[in-house]
């Protein structure tokens, strides 16, 4: 079971409350209030004395985090923004075909590679480092539903945003914590 807590930041944010929450919804059954969040060397986070595999990621006004009850998984967001940069971004981090695929469409999936890219690499515990253009998350048809056999998963939410879950046993489920505009 993979389970997505999406929440609005705002003046009344936490994100331990967020997160205890996000536990609480993920296994209404156990206690977590003794879990820590902790991080491995690699900064990567994980969740003390439970067996429950965690991912957060973080962009503009939201947080959230991917719940796993297997061994790894990895999860991105990230907001929209027109950015001068992003060819000489893509040029420099993304793999040949992610770049030959942007130039195609005009930059429209920039920021959807970029998420896919970093769930991945959150999926394999690297982060960013020079294996990051080393892999593509495009083909010919667009992008991939799998990269090396771990499943990815677009998810759909705000349209302001690109949000991409890697590995997991079945299609996360998402749990969506925005404000109502006008409130």
């Known amino acids: 079971m993979t389970k997505i807590f999406l929440f609005q930041k705002g003046q009344d944010f936490s994100p331990e409350y967020a997160l205890q929450k996000s536990l609480h919804l993920f296994d209404?059954?156990?206690?977590?209030?003794?879990?820590?969040?902790e991080h491995q060397k690699s900064g990567q986070p994980y969740l003390s004395g439970i067996p429950y595999t965690i991912s957060i990621s973080h962009s503009g006004?939201?947080?959230?985090?991917?719940?796993?009850?297997?061994?790894?998984?990895?999860?991105?967001i990230q907001i929209v923004e027109q950015n001068r940069e992003m060819d000489s971004i893509a040029k420099r981090f993304f793999h040949p075909a992610e770049y030959s695929h942007l130039c195609q469409?005009?930059?429209s999936d920039f920021f959807s590679i970029w998420a896919a890219k970093e769930s991945y690499v959150k999926y394999l515990g690297s982060g960013i480092?020079?294996?990051?253009?080393?892999?593509?998350?495009?083909?010919?048809?667009?992008?991939?539903?799998?990269?090396?056999?771990?499943?990815?998963?677009?998810?759909?939410?705000?349209s302001s945003y690109r949000v991409f879950c890697c590995g997991g046993k079945s299609t996360p489920s998402l749990y969506y914590f925005a404000k109502k505009k006008g409130y």
């Open 28 to 37: 209404s059954d156990s206690d977590f209030h003794a879990v820590k969040l």
């Open 61 to 76: 006004t939201f947080w959230g985090c991917a719940l796993c009850d297997c061994d790894k998984i990895g999860f991105d």
């Open 105 to 107: 469409t005009q930059f």
């Open 129 to 158: 480092d020079e294996n990051f253009c080393r892999f593509s998350t495009v083909d010919q048809n667009g992008l991939l539903s799998a990269i090396n056999g771990a499943a990815l998963y677009p998810i759909k939410c705000d």
